[in-house]
């Protein structure tokens, strides 16, 4: 039985004539919590992108929990949720109103009882009939999450979730990615905040130059060494 | 099936809460409406004896000119928090989306007539003596640039000069229904005479009915190549 | 090969002309039989043919694009759009002058001058949504994909279109002579060997341009 949630295979992309990707491939399975680090440039957002659908790499295909994102787009796309630094919700709207919204997009039967259960785990139940316009970052984020969870989904892409968050607000997002693969929910994120991104995951997956060149289970490595590590070459390339 | 009706009521409805909520695109186009009308009134005020002629060709101008208003609200509003990539990520048709977004401009646009056709009428002091035909005619033109104008309203949404360039794509595609439709507006406002219409009076042939008839295929034709085509567009 | 059928088209096109100036040169209207005028006709004709056909390869190519992805097609859209503008410039053009000295308005509302404003447009329209769009050259080629589509689907409406205006200043010529059915056939695909040619010198123009920047 294959339990791999996301499988990529041989993936490459180039824009024009940059090579952003070179023959990527990667298994990610239940409750993995992956973090993919990289430099500016080094392909982290366009590989998310590519798993999430919304880019076709040019060779090469992506599987989310078997389904083909490229030929079954809509059962691939029913299988996870994503999350990126903008918030992805509509400001007019107030938060129920946006998560009703995205619920009946996914298809969610009985959304209300699922809805308020959602904004009571992210703490927004208070602000329901507020426009997400007013929202603060921090709390904009909530809703985010919870947008994106609102179809309960084995999968949660991140990219750079934590760009503008304040402390409270990183912390509130940490112990919510943590509650989420503790439930068997499978993550995979992208941040330039390695620190707190290794707080949360429970994979490392690093990527220069279009090439995958590190792949480890956090618990094999020291984590501080390899946090030290990473900041120097980091320093070095850019 | 259901689960496409269920998106596009979703998208819809969506649409047009926001819409009138953010306020922001339909008062611009009535005020826009009415300016056109008002100015092409006080241009013609020397050939008033004409106000027949010139009442239908104010009425599509500002229509048009609205309706562009309308056509770039469609996707712009997407690009607020990147919002359109929401629409993406979920399991719904690109098709879906377009379908949508053009009821939403049908809708727009039909609030706009709604208004702007008795300010034509008392600017141009017309009569009108076939309704049914003018809230077809209306309507067909309405889905006209809707069509055309929500397709390219996705092209244009990265552009620096979305407005220019949305209004240069859309009027080019509409440019050969003009006529038609103008021809059609004449005769409903009875600058043709019913009984002259295919004689060629004021340089026209044709009918009504074969008037109408074009802009149904017109609009037969684009919705569905739109509707077809607005996957390539959206994407990255 | 390419050298070749260049010297034949230029071959052609000076054989066409001469023989439409002299041996088949059409006589001008009864007001004025001297003029030359009615002989625009051999550029006229040619230029609608050529405007029309660079546009249905427009079309192909963009159903070529958007079903294969492959850049050559757009390159090959992009030269014939270039070809088709001058074309359709030239049709315009001509068609202006023949209105002028035959009817005497530069431009007048017949269903021949509309359908040829029409396709210029378009033509426009399209050059510019090719330079003005930002992103990727995948993403332009792809939009630009879909206006040729749209625009092509628009050309039947413009020839349907001008049936509604009434066309009161039919052209009509006969040919008296087989020199000048000769110059008019001669001419058509001297031009459209022109078109070609154009179009297929510009594409390799593109593809060593887009090699050269992926190195």
Known sequence: MNDMVINVKSVSKAFDTRNVLRDIAIDIGTGQAVLICGINGAGKTTLLRIIAGLLQPDIGSVKLCGYNIRKDPEKAKSQFGMISHKSMVYPELTVLENLSFFARLYGVKDSDANITELLQDVGLFSYRYDTAGILSRGLLQRLAIARALVHRPALLLADEPFTGLDAKACHHLITVLNEFTKNGGTIVMTTHDIDIGLQCCNRVVVLDKSNLIFDASTSDIDTAKFLKDYISYARSET | MRYFWLSLKAIFIKDIVTELRAKQVLPTMIVLGMLIVWVLRMASEAVLQSEAVIGPVALWIAFLFAGLLAQERSFATEQQQDCIYALLLAPVDEGTIYLAKLFVNIVL??????????????????????????????????????????????????????????????????????????????????AIPPEMAGTGALAFVGTLGSAVGYMIAFDAVFVVACWLLFGFAIKE | MRKILLFITLVLLLASTWMALTKGRIEGPSANPDSPVRNIIYAHVPSSICSLACFTVLFVTAIGYLARGNESWDHVASATAEAGIVFATVLNATGSIFSRAEWGPWWTASPRLISSAVLWFLYVVYLILRSSLPGSKKRRARVCAVFAIIAFLDVPMVLYTARFMEDIHKPSFTFDNLWQRGAFIMGIVSTMLLAAMLIWIKTDILKIKSRLEAE
């Open chain 2, 109 to 190: 646009l039909s609030i706009f007539e709604i208004i702007i056709v008795p300010v034509v009428i008392v600017a141009f002091r017309l009569n009108i003596n076939n309704w049914p035909a003018l809230i077809g005619v209306l309507l067909l033109g309405n889905i006209a640039i809707s069509s055309v104008g929500t397709l390219f309203s996705a092209i244009v949404q990265l552009s620096r000069a979305r407005g220019a360039l949305l209004s240069i794509l859309v009027l080019v595609i509409l440019m050969p229904m003009m006529i038609p439709a103008t021809f059609a507006l004449l005769l409903v406002f009875g």
